[in-house]
Each structure stands twice: as C-alpha cells, then as structure tokens.
C-alpha cells in the first residue's frame, strides 16, 4: 500500500487533472493538499488503510470512479475479484472503454495479474522503479500505433 500511495499521489501532484482513488472492498476519492508536500499527502492516504476494507475490488471502483478520463493508472498488486455486476463477470480489462489506455503498476511483479496486456491500450509494469513515469510516458507517446507501443528504436513505418 506504501508503494501504491507513493507513486498515486506522487502521479496525482504531477498531473494537471488527476483523480486519485483509493480502493479496496470499496472505494474513495482523496483530494490533494493544493499547493501541498507530497510526503504529507502520502502520510494522509496511508491514514485511510481500512477505510473502505481490505479487499481488491478493482472492477468496481474503475466504474464508479471513470468520469471519461484519457488514461487510468492502476497501483495494486492486480490480483482482483470479480465483479458480476449485471449478471456476468467483467474482467479489469473491460471497466472502461477500450479506448482508453489502462496502465497497471503491479507492485509486487505477481506473474498472474488481472488486465489482459494481449488488448490494445492495455499495459501491465512489474515491479516498482523510479522509471514508472518514463515507461508510462513511453507507452503514451504518439498514443501508441492501434493501441500499441512504439518504442524509441521503432522507425514510424515499421510500427505503422
């Protein structure tokens, strides 16, 4: 949880519209210090441990959360429950638009995990690293070509 709230409201300060939801057997919105130290914010959300359970219901707070947001950001360990809202289970993968690029920050590095990276605009990155921002930013770049990455050694045509 420690590492999650690092790069959440660490991503959260940087960004210039970001949502920052905490989740677990439910889910919460944490509003950001204006103006405010990082650490402290930091501090603020680990303080909220519990608050909503202990669970891993990502489905559920992707869809009460996603207000049409260009990307989603997901710091978790990727293991989740199901989600059989509307009678049939829906996998992470598909709790918004295909569209829209789902970055999941699987902070132990759990080989199974629950987003399919087999989709377009949907990535996984093991393990956490001070590189987080610049892979997020390389798998963003351009938005990628038909939902994929275009690495920096790719020339345009061959990822084309």
Not at 27 to 51: K, M, N, Q, W, Y
Not at 53 to 59: I, N
Request: glycine content about 14%.
């Amino acid at each position: 949880m420690d590492v999650g709230a690092l790069f959440g409201v660490t991503l959260a300060h940087r960004g210039c519209q970001v949502d920052l939801v905490g989740f677990a057997s439910g889910h919460f919105t944490h509003r950001l210090t204006p103006g405010g130290s990082v650490l402290r914010d930091i501090e603020a959300f680990c303080a909220r441990i519990g608050e909503v359970g202990h669970g891993t219901e990502t489905v559920a707070a992707l869809r009460a959360a996603y207000r049409g947001h260009d990307r989603v950001v997901i710091v978790s360990d990727m293991q989740a429950f199901a989600d059989l809202s509307g009678g049939r289970s829906v996998p992470v993968s598909e709790a918004v638009p295909a569209r829209v690029p789902m970055f999941g920050v699987n902070t132990p590095g759990y080989a199974a995990a629950s987003i399919d990276t087999g989709q377009p605009n949907r990535y996984e990155i093991g393990g956490f690293s001070d590189k987080l921002f610049t892979m997020i930013g390389l798998l963003s770049r351009d938005g990628g070509r038909d939902g994929r990455a275009v690495w920096p050694w790719e020339a345009p045509s061959a990822a084309a």
